[in-house]
């Protein structure tokens, strides 16, 4: 498969992935290329078959894919905002200790 311009990003996935890319598009009805949700499953770095084994046509496969979330965006996501309540908390900690003490003074 040549891909062009996205060669070098389509490698490292595939590299980080340990699998290669599956072709990023199939037959459809009328004989014109469509996108292949097995492709977008890789793109999203799902295992192989996490939504493509279920049986659902070709369109519930890509509307489930394109209402998912990567996950490793989302535990990028949550690290930053575990981040962000830890400095909450302990903006909040602090702000309270010295409220109690201007309180008791």
Excluded: C, K
Excluded at 70 to 93: E, G, T
Aim: no cysteine; charged share 15%; net charge negative.
């Amino acid at each position: 498969m040549n891909w062009g311009d996205y060669a070098p990003a389509i490698e490292q996935w595939e590299h980080l992935l340990g699998e290669p890319a599956p072709h990023p598009t199939q037959p459809g009805q009328h004989g014109r290329p469509v996108l292949a949700p097995p492709f977008v499953e890789h793109l999203m770095g799902l295992p192989r078959g996490w939504v493509t084994a279920l049986p659902l046509p070709r369109t519930a496969q890509l509307r489930a894919l394109g209402n998912g979330v990567v996950p490793q965006q989302a535990v990028h996501a949550i690290r930053l905002l575990q981040a962000d309540l830890a400095a909450l908390l302990a903006d909040d900690h602090h702000t309270d200790g010295s409220a109690n003490s201007r309180e008791t003074t």
